[in-house]
Nanobody
Framework: QVQLVESGGGLVQAGDSLRLSCEASGRTFRRLHMGWFRQAPGKEREFVAA????????NYANSVKGRFAISRDNAKNTVYLQMNSLKPEDTAIYYC????????????????RGQGTQVTVSS
């Protein structure tokens, strides 16, 4: 079993930056592939970014490419999402997820999911 705890969300203004963290416990983190997803009010959950266990493969949604960066520190059992040039449309609850097989944007394929952290971007 894996527990995922997100942190780092908050209220910021358009153009600001935030770094989200997701700490994992309960299983060998370095063998897990990780992803970030988000869900805005009234919208479906959408893929944001994913990273392979070794960090060699990353994928991004087109809407965040060039602004967001996913990374991981296996020594700290933590995956990060650096969010720059935030826009009001980035407002959502952000979730991290872990999978034993690289799952990219396929949320249903992730084995473990966190509770989420709220990000609100004001205009």
């Amino acid at each position: 079993q894996v527990q995922l705890v997100e942190s780092g969300g908050g209220l910021v203004q358009a153009g600001d930056s935030l770094r989200l963290s997701c700490e994992a416990s309960g299983r060998t983190f370095r063998r897990l592939h990780m992803g970030w997803f988000r869900q805005a009010p009234g919208k479906e959950r959408e893929f944001v970014a994913a990273i392979s266990w070794g960090g060699f493969i990353t994928n991004y949604a087109n809407s965040v490419k060039g602004r967001f960066a996913i990374s991981r520190d296996n020594a700290k059992n933590t995956v990060y999402l650096q969010m720059n040039s935030l826009k009001p449309e980035d407002t959502a609850i952000y979730y991290c997820a872990a999978s034993e097989l690289y799952s990219g944007p396929n949320y249903s394929a992730y084995n473990y999911r966190g509770q989420g952290t709220q990000v609100t971007v004001s205009s």
